[in-house]
């Protein structure tokens, strides 16, 4: 299984940033995907994240100018982070809970991590 993310970069304060994550392998659900972000000399950090019912958890930093969705036949998600500032800056990271075919259990997958640099 793999998470693929795509986006992020050079981008301007109060700009705006979206990113795509697709998940590929025998897949047979996914209960949940979502985003992390970890800036330099700090932890990891839950950004948003959906559940395959659609239930959206956002971090507090982003609330009110970040939107989380996902595509369920596709296996992906986006998430768009608007009027962005410099604390927006770190590296992103897709994760997905979610089972194989030959699963009992759910696994936890990340993505590689794609660096979004807000410059002011």
């Known amino acids: 299984v793999q998470l693929q993310a795509s986006g992020g970069g050079l981008v301007q304060f109060g700009g705006y940033l979206r990113l795509s994550c697709a998940a590929s392998?025998?897949?047979?659900?996914?209960?949940?995907m979502g985003w992390y972000r970890q800036a330099p000399g700090k932890q990891r950090e839950l950004v948003a994240r959906i559940t395959q019912s659609e239930e959206i958890n956002y971090a507090d930093s982003v609330k009110g100018r970040c939107t989380i969705s996902r595509d369920s036949a596709k296996n992906a998600v986006y998430l768009q982070i608007n009027s962005l500032k410099p604390e927006d800056t770190a590296v992103y990271y897709c994760?997905?809970?979610?089972?194989?075919?030959?699963?009992?259990?759910?696994?936890?997958?990340w993505g590689q991590g794609t660096l979004v640099t807000v410059s002011s």
């Open positions: 392998g025998s897949i047979r659900h996914i209960v949940v």
């Open positions: 994760n997905a809970v979610l089972m194989l075919t030959s699963d009992f259990a759910p696994r936890q997958v």
